[in-house]
């Protein structure tokens, strides 16, 4: 009989390759364990031994002799072709109805990615056209599939849970099951050092004891001061919760109320009561997941703790790490939102690959109001089907509860009676008196030029700027035109003056308002949506040392100059004006929110997609079930919008990478070393920037802003640099 290999080793003769057969069993047997998370263990087991049967053809055992300077080993050119992923997915489909055409996604896409079935938009990578290609191909390896066929389990039909409006979700999770069991087979023979390098990561409930007895021990030694009173009862009351049964729940926190820690001792207990796998930890910006990843660490070790984010500092990152990123396999996760929703709407195997193991974890989403107005459909829907479908806790945690549409119920954590909104009140927002009457920049600038200590925070980066010119020196500036290295130097210098009682005034756009722990007496904000002022407010007595005192923070919300620039923050600002109408209306009343929430969700034009998307999010993911245009959302479900270019700045001692970067283009190393030396600016001035000689394109794709940069406004627009007009944050 005709020996077939999955995979070769280089140098090695063929005895010594991993036989076909082998390694089909081995993912089989990996598929079928994790999809069993979820109840979809037979269809784990059937994608395994089918998803290479291509290797089979006479084609491919010849590349493999080829590529390992052999000759073709006796398998004579037959007309079978090497691209190996379709032959499985012409199997199931011609083979297994339905319940085959729904492994023929998995099958044919756990290479090059999940495909669309029409071709309208990806061409011949179409699954329907893709089929063509592994029936050829299953002409010529009819006796090795016949000797498969006799392995698989007999498919009727997926989990009842399964409906036409969550299939594409669950057909991901099985690509996912899929391609982590293909890869880890593969490294296991191909690679046994990396294999090897997999460590152990300790389980939740090794990990909870360091965590809680971390906690007591910062609760014994906090200044006995009322806000830290609440802050225990917060955490008892997350604790408390705990045993609730697995669903969807709120946590919806003051800011400075401690929700990091306190919602930490929720997932932890809920995980060890429930058997939850892992915690993963999702916050909308970078800046923010570095500081809870920091406060975690320092309590369970940063070794116990996965970073998966775009700024991750390559000193901070080890092989485990990168590894237990590449599936998400270890307790505790902390990542962004970007890569969180992305990947549950991703075709390419890399993003997909972690999916599986999201399934019975404890998801915490914090700020969850920053979902991303236009995809509010889609990550509602994805929320439900983790919680309904896959075992997934969800905790939404945010001072400012959003009233997402169509969520399922949820259970808020924190009692009625607790009473947090008014007991941790530390300060007074004081509304515009008149909404019709803006002030000017020289007017602000002089009252603000009367305190010692003042942030004030404005809509745009020329607002900033405008601003900044006109207040005395020392001032300092903080906005997006600045790195993000020289950001947080800049933060440092401010929590600094603060703790001192130096003085410290600051002009910033909204980057500071989320997750940023400084501490002002006043703040003023210009008018904006009821969540950003909520927020702003956060940076005002924070820790309610005022209180103490027998007095609150100040909260100035102004009308300014110019209203902001079309688009979300005008929504939200339009939503604000309206707000005072409402009976009772108090901007620090919980459930104001919920109705600002829902006008301002009122406004938009759409939710189900961005501006000139060739999707509708999520109606084209089911309308025409099962034929998904799964490679069409993955391109087009981004949670960022794209129309910004980052351009690097020479900042610290970074020179040594972008030289390296200008001279043999982009590596793992560099650009992680690079990431905090961005300023993202619009792509539509890109090239008039290159055209007035500001930056330089180092690299193909890659620019480097030549123009002025400083230490004190960072990257010059609107001086002697080029003028670009408004800029948000």
């Known amino acids: 009989m005709t020996e077939y290999y999955a995979h070769s080793l280089t140098g090695e003769p063929p005895e010594k390759w991993q036989k076909l057969e082998d390694h089909l069993r081995q993912v089989a047997v990996l598929a079928e364990q994790f999809a069993s998370v979820f109840h979809a263990g037979d269809w784990g087991w059937n994608a395994g031994w089918l998803h290479d049967v291509g290797k089979a053809t006479n084609a491919f055992q010849s590349y493999l002799h080829q590529q390992n300077d052999l000759d073709d080993g006796g398998y004579d050119a037959d007309g079978s072709v090497s691209n190996h992923a379709s032959a499985g997915a012409a199997f199931a489909q011609d083979r297994m109805h339905i319940p085959g055409k729904i492994l023929a996604y998995i099958l044919a896409g756990h290479h090059a990615g999940l495909p669309d079935w029409y071709s309208a938009e990806t061409g011949n990578a179409a699954l329907s056209i893709r089929l063509e290609e592994g029936r050829h191909n299953l002409t010529f390896i009819e006796g090795f599939v016949a000797s498969i066929q006799d392995k698989l389990r007999p498919l009727s039909r997926p989990p009842a849970y ?57 609760e014994q030694s906090a200044v006995r001061t009322e806000v830290n009173t609440i802050r225990s009862e917060i955490r008892n009351a997350c604790e408390s919760a705990a045993d609730e049964p697995s669903g969807l729940f709120s946590l919806t926190v003051p800011t400075g109320g401690g929700k990091t820690l306190s919602g930490m001792a929720f997932a932890l207990r809920h995980a060890l009561r429930h058997g939850k796998r892992r915690i993963i930890y999702v916050i909308p910006y970078t800046s923010i997941i570095e500081q809870t990843a920091s406060v975690l660490g320092g309590i369970l070790g940063r070794e116990n703790i996965v970073e998966h984010h775009s700024n991750l500092d390559p000193e901070r990152s080890t092989p485990r790490s990168e590894m237990a990123a590449e599936n998400w396999d270890a307790p505790i996760v902390v990542t ?70 169509k969520l399922l119920p949820v259970r808020e954590i924190i009692p009625p009676e607790l009473n947090l909104y008014a007991r941790l009140r530390r300060t007074a927002i004081n509304l515009p008196p008149d909404w019709q009457a803006p002030v000017t920049w020289p007017e602000l600038a002089s009252r603000l030029s009367g305190y010692e200590q003042v942030l004030c925070i404005v809509n745009t980066r020329r607002d900033c ?42 002009i910033s756009t909204q980057l500071v308002e989320a997750g940023v722990d400084i501490d002002f ?71 104001c929110y919920t109705r600002y929430f829902q006008n301002y969700y009122a406004r938009l034009n759409s939710t189900t997609g961005r501006p000139g998307s060739k999707i509708e999010f999520n109606h084209d993911l089911i309308s025409d079930f099962p034929h998904i245009p799964f490679r069409t959302a993955g391109y087009e479900f981004r949670m960022i919008d794209d129309a910004q270019q980052a351009v690097f700045v020479r900042w610290g001692e970074n020179d040594k990478w972008l030289n390296q970067l200008r001279a043999i283009g982009p590596t793992r190393d560099n650009l992680r070393a690079l990431q905090r030396s961005c300023v993202n600016l619009p792509r539509r001035q890109v090239a008039a920037m290159k055209t007035q000689g500001m930056i330089e394109e180092i690299w193909s794709g890659f620019w480097l802003w030549i123009g002025k940069y400083d230490k004190i406004g960072g990257l010059d627009l609107f001086g002697d640099g080029y003028s670009i007009g408004e800029h948000i944050i």
């Open 521 to 591: 007496p006043v703040v003023y904000r210009a008018l904006a949506g009821l969540d950003s002022i909520a927020q702003a407010a956060g940076r005002c007595n924070r820790e309610g040392k005022l209180n103490t005192a027998g007095c609150l923070g100040e909260v100035h919300v102004f009308i300014p100059p110019k209203p902001a620039p079309l688009g979300l923050l005008r929504k939200g600002e339009d939503t604000m004006r309206e707000m005072p109408a409402v009976e009772g209306f108090d901007p620090q009343e919980p459930a």
């Open 336 to 405: 962004t939102s970007v890569q969180f929703f992305e990947s549950l709407y991703a075709a390419k195997t890399g993003a997909a690959r972690k999916l599986h193991n999201i399934a019975n974890s404890v998801v915490i989403l914090d700020e969850a109001q920053m979902l991303p107005p236009e995809l509010l459909t889609p990550c509602v829907e994805a929320i439900n089907h983790l919680v309904s479908c896959f075992g997934v806790t969800l905790v939404l945690a945010t001072a400012t509860q959003p009233a997402l549409p």
């Open 465 to 506: 700027h405008d601003l900044f010119t006109l207040m005395p020196e020392g001032t300092i500036h903080l906005s997006a035109l600045m790195c993000g290295e020289h950001r947080s130097e800049v933060i440092a210098d401010i929590k600094r003056r603060l703790l001192t009682g130096s003085p410290c005034r600051v």
């Open 162 to 218: 399964v409906k036409p409006e969550n299939a594409h979700f669950w057909i991901r999770m099985l690509f996912s099951c899929l391609v982590d069991a293909d890869r880890l087979d593969t490294e296991k023979f191909c690679d046994s050092d990396k294999c090897s390098s997999r460590g152990e990561y300790p389980n939740l409930g090794t990990l909870a004891p360091r965590f809680f007895q971390a906690l007591e021990k910062l």
